[in-house]
């Protein structure tokens, strides 16, 4: 996992110094890099598309934006980062003293050495980010001002990615691509997408796994509204985000809150013995909220390491590349890989010889567990498969109510299953 945690990194750091935004060419940026990972089927939604209750926005794009002082110094540089300026600014270009300048400037006055990442989408507005202490060593005198940036007609672009299954229902995980240099939220979280999807094409899975990258809200919106008639094959999905913090897991769990995935993640968590939290579902936060919304009312969660606004750095430029690690977002692919592995597995049998206890040995089952340092488990786990497969009960049930490992109670239903005891 270290390799993964490794090759994760380095996509981030590839993904990092770009601009991104809910539309433009650094979503598209983004996306031609996750597309050298896993192939991508990307959409180009135009300006003006209504979406659900909500329309598709102008397409923003930026090629320079400062604050030079009379001697023509970039005292605030958005080529040094793309957070220093107020994200979808409409153009600016002016001479102007402090005094005016200071109301279009935003600080962190309690982290006076970084720099906030602010927005304004949907009102026109122009603005810069910038240090507190870069704002407090500016002398009182007329600044040159520049943004050169456009907001015209376009498109709102997001992309897809199809592991086929064996089934056509579905897992969504959705990550959301629109911020510009923020290591934690997002990109961690697009790697671990990206490798996660990765992995399971590798597994020929029982579902089909969608995987959505699109920008945050309206992305998630735009495609719910141009896919209403494949949200009904969507049984299960997650949203992940700020994957490689240090800190411990957190789930948020779905509005239903005992769909299977909030079962199947509560299980794997507790059984992993990570530290870890379990929430309950708030109408906030990402896009767990758009697909939890009453009229679609899906079963999707939210997994991240430390959740939104849980951290002094979330949404600034401490946000950097030190503060995510390969190991912590190899732990979150790991939890996720486990997490799809019981949920891919998880059925419900019907016991072929309900009355009574079936005859194991002449069947050969005894002898395969022979010399196994697992014996006794792996009978358990057959007599608790029998005694619950009565088409009410799935395999998660059975490891619950026993007690015994997911893996052993899956692998105890194969055997019984393939000596035609036991019929999904």
């Known amino acids: 996992m270290t390799a993964a945690g490794d090759e994760m990194y380095a996509l981030v750091e590839r993904m990092y110094p770009l601009c991104r935004s809910i539309t433009g060419d650094g979503v598209r940026a983004t996306l031609d890099i996750v597309g050298e990972y896993i192939p991508l089927q990307v959409h180009e939604v135009p300006t003006g598309t209504q979406v659900l209750d909500w329309t598709v926005p102008q397409e923003w794009n930026i090629r320079d934006a400062y604050i030079a002082d009379p001697d023509g110094h970039r005292v605030v540089d958005?080529?040094?980062?793309?957070?220093?300026?107020?994200?979808?600014?409409?153009?600016?270009?002016?001479?102007?003293?402090?005094?005016?300048?200071?109301?279009?400037?935003?600080?962190?006055?309690?982290?006076?050495?970084?720099?906030?990442?602010?927005?304004?989408?949907?009102?026109?507005?122009?603005?810069?980010?910038?240090?507190?202490?870069?704002?407090?060593?500016?002398?009182?005198?007329?600044?040159?001002?520049?943004?050169?940036?456009?907001?015209?007609?376009?498109?709102?672009?997001?992309?897809?990615?199809?592991?086929?299954?064996?089934?056509?229902?579905?897992?969504?995980?959705?990550?959301?691509?629109?911020?510009?240099?923020?290591?934690?939220?997002?990109?961690?979280?697009?790697?671990?997408?990206?490798?996660l999807a990765r992995a399971l094409a590798a597994q020929m899975p029982y579902y089909t796994y969608r995987f959505l990258f699109a920008p945050g809200t309206i992305g998630a919106i735009t495609w719910l509204a141009r896919n209403a008639e494949r949200v009904e094959r969507v049984k299960h999905g997650l949203v992940l985000a700020c994957a490689g913090d240090p800190g411990s897991l957190t789930y948020k769990q779905s509005r239903r809150g005992d769909a299977e995935i909030d079962r199947v993640m509560r299980h794997v968590l507790a059984?992993?013995?990570?530290?870890?939290?379990?929430?309950?579902?708030?109408?906030?936060?990402?896009?767990?909220?758009?697909?939890?919304?009453?009229?679609?009312?899906?079963?999707?969660?939210?997994?991240?390491?430390?959740?939104?606004?849980?951290?002094?750095?979330?949404?600034?430029?401490?946000?950097?590349?030190?503060?995510?690690?390969?190991?912590?977002?190899?732990?979150?692919?790991?939890?996720?890989?486990?997490?799809?592995?019981?949920?891919?597995?998880?059925?419900?049998?019907?016991?072929?010889?309900?009355?009574?206890?079936?005859?194991?040995?002449?069947?050969?089952?005894?002898?395969?567990?022979?010399?196994?340092?697992?014996?006794k488990q792996a009978q358990m786990a057959m007599l608790w498969v029998l005694n619950l497969s009565d088409g009410e009960h799935s395999l998660l049930d059975v490891a619950e109510r026993s007690g015994l490992p997911f893996s052993a109670v899956a692998a105890a239903a194969d055997a019984l299953h393939g000596a035609g005891l036991i019929k999904a």
């Open 78 to 195: 958005f080529a040094a980062s793309s957070l220093h300026v107020l994200g979808y600014s409409v153009p600016v270009s002016r001479t102007m003293p402090l005094s005016e300048l200071r109301a279009h400037l935003h600080t962190l006055p309690d982290h006076p050495s970084w720099v906030p990442y602010r927005t304004s989408y949907y009102k026109p507005e122009w603005g810069f980010c910038l240090t507190q202490e870069t704002l407090d060593a500016m002398p009182d005198c007329e600044y040159e001002v520049r943004i050169d940036s456009t907001l015209a007609d376009g498109h709102l672009t997001y992309a897809e990615h199809v592991v086929p299954g064996q089934v056509p229902d579905e897992v969504i995980v959705s990550c959301h691509v629109c911020h510009p240099s923020l290591a934690n939220d997002n990109l961690a979280g697009i790697a671990v997408a990206a490798f």
């Open 271 to 375: 059984a992993s013995e990570r530290p870890h939290r379990v929430t309950e579902f708030t109408p906030y936060g990402y896009d767990e909220r758009q697909f939890c919304s009453p009229g679609f009312n899906l079963g999707v969660g939210s997994l991240t390491r430390t959740p939104y606004a849980g951290y002094p750095e979330y949404h600034t430029s401490a946000d950097n590349l030190d503060f995510v690690s390969p190991q912590a977002m190899a732990d979150t692919l790991a939890v996720c890989r486990e997490a799809f592995t019981v949920l891919d597995r998880n059925r419900q049998y019907v016991n072929l010889s309900p009355y009574g206890e079936p005859q194991l040995g002449r069947r050969g089952l005894y002898d395969a567990l022979g010399g196994r340092s697992d014996t």
